[in-house]
């Protein structure tokens, strides 16, 4: 497939460190703003892509492109994705998917009716030892508590409280600690068990948006507690735990690094089956599969946990009272 990228952050230029490795991608463009030509430009050189534009849709009119990878701040997500199945283009889209549950349902329809695959870059979904959690699980017994935190001090957290707002920290950008980190959490617990039956959000709220958060799912008969946090920091220590043993990711959901499970009364066993990859590589192996193969019971599947991620976040979100500009939207 010939990939387009729009965006030159982080998560971009991490992408273009492994694609060329994958079987069956290439890279033919990179977009973004005009206050990033110089970027552009260097990073085309590098990784030998052919075309750079400083306006998202010059590459959405290039022919050459098929599949458009977004890697935009939360809020334009749904603008450029609009734009890109307008222009007839499959669509990969980085966590979160939309701003809100309307837009993303918006996409969806709007992608069935062309014809086209919108698939969400959610790495804990794709990762080796996450898939292989997702099995271990059943030798847990009855789960009772399910815990994840991700708190990890932003470097931009002393400037937002200066009052230099990055998007990160934005209402207007659909920013927060919910939306950034937490969300990791949330789509791996959906994941694993599925629609909840019921969430609460209790957030630190400054300068009207979620510094961190604690939001607790509710399974009926097990309870989840995900944390999220920007404005301060702990050991990355999750726990998966049942009536007959207990599952340890001691690393961020999002990354996955390793895990290590307990029987009750027994000793640990340590278990490791990632490759030497970024963990962005699964993800995009496999949407290269899907979509050359078109498997669409597979797109399905991905599309139900992001509308449920995103019905979760929304409803978390707005009964804590952080609402976004795209609320307002009918």
């Not at 098929?66 to 935009?72: G, H, P, Q």
């Not at 999750?238 to 961020?252: C, L, M, R, S």
Request: net charge negative; charged share 30%.
């Amino acid at each position: 497939m010939k990939l387009g990228i729009i965006g030159a952050g982080m998560i971009a230029q991490e992408v273009l460190t492994f694609i060329n490795e994958i079987e069956g991608i290439a890279p033919v463009a990179i977009a973004a703003t005009p206050r990033s030509e110089d970027k552009l430009r260097d990073l085309s050189k590098k990784y030998e892509i052919s075309d750079y534009y400083t306006d998202y849709e010059e590459l959405l009119a290039n022919p050459d492109v098929e599949v458009v990878y977004v890697a935009l701040p939360n809020n334009l997500h749904y603008e450029v994705m609009d734009k890109a199945l307008d222009a007839g283009k499959d669509i990969i889209c980085e966590k979160p998917f939309t701003a809100n549950i309307n837009q993303a349902l918006r996409i969806f329809k709007k992608a069935e009716s062309k014809g086209r695959i919108v698939l969400e870059a959610m790495s804990n979904r794709f990762i080796p030892n996450a898939l292989r959690v997702k099995e271990e699980i059943l030798k847990l017994g009855k789960i009772k508590i399910v815990s994840f935190n991700y708190s990890q001090y932003s470097s931009r957290y002393d400037r937002f409280k200066k009052g230099d707002i990055a998007p990160a920290f934005s209402l207007e950008n659909a920013g927060g600690a919910l939306m950034d980190l937490n969300v990791y959490n949330i789509d791996y617990v959906i994941n694993l068990f599925g629609r909840q039956k019921d969430v609460r959000y209790f957030p630190n709220i400054e300068k009207s948006i979620d510094t961190s958060g604690i939001c607790l799912l509710d399974y009926e008969d097990f309870k989840v507690v995900c944390i999220g946090a920007k404005d301060s920091s702990a050991s990355l220590i999750n726990t998966i735990q049942g009536e007959e043993g207990t599952i340890e990711i001691p690393d961020a959901i999002n990354n996955f690094g390793s895990y290590r499970i307990k029987k009750t009364g027994g000793d640990y066993e340590e278990i490791n089956e990632n490759q030497d990859k970024s963990r962005l590589y699964y993800e995009f192996v496999e949407f290269e599969k899907i979509l050359r193969t078109r498997d669409m019971a597979r797109v399905e599947k991905l599309k139900e946990i992001t509308l449920i991620t995103s019905e979760t976040l929304n409803q978390a979100r707005i009964e804590a009272g952080i609402f976004y500009p795209a609320d307002r939207e009918n």
